[in-house]
């Protein structure tokens, strides 16, 4: 089991920044990679960055340049730096841990969700 807590969600003018935060704790040992995901208002979840344990990061195109994605092995944690807000980037933000467990003869894999924090880019 991974259990996850994110934090760092809030209000923030148009053009500002801020940084989310997810920590891990449980079975952390076998945490593959780490990422976030957002949900807007109108449209299904999508990706926003991934980065692997050994630093391989992934970014959606309408995040480069803006977004930042970090991690912490030893605290299993990672981190957003969000730069450059826009009212459209406003949404529920989600955490999500891939694990991987088992015999290198028979891998596991499994992913884990945290329940969301709250970004929202308003005057």
């Known amino acids: 089991q991974v259990q996850l807590v994110e934090s760092g969600g809030g209000l923030v003018q148009p053009g500002g920044s801020l940084t989310l935060s997810c920590a891990a704790s449980?079975?952390?040992?076998?945490?593959?990679?780490m990422g976030w995901y957002r949900q807007v208002p109108g449209k299904e979840r999508e990706l926003v960055a991934t980065i692997t344990t050994g630093g391989i990061t992934n970014y959606a195109d309408s995040m480069k340049g803006r977004f930042t994605i970090s991690r912490d092995n030893a605290k299993n944690t990672v981190y957003l730096q969000m730069n450059s807000l826009k009212p459209e980037d406003t949404g529920v933000y989600y955490c999500?841990?891939?694990?991987?467990?088992?015999?290198?003869?028979?891998?596991?894999?499994?992913?884990?969700w945290g329940e969301g924090t709250r970004v929202t880019v308003s005057s």
């Open positions: 999500n841990v891939k694990t991987e467990w088992g015999p290198v003869e028979k891998v596991y894999r499994m992913e884990h």
């Open positions: 449980g079975r952390t040992r076998s945490i593959n990679s």
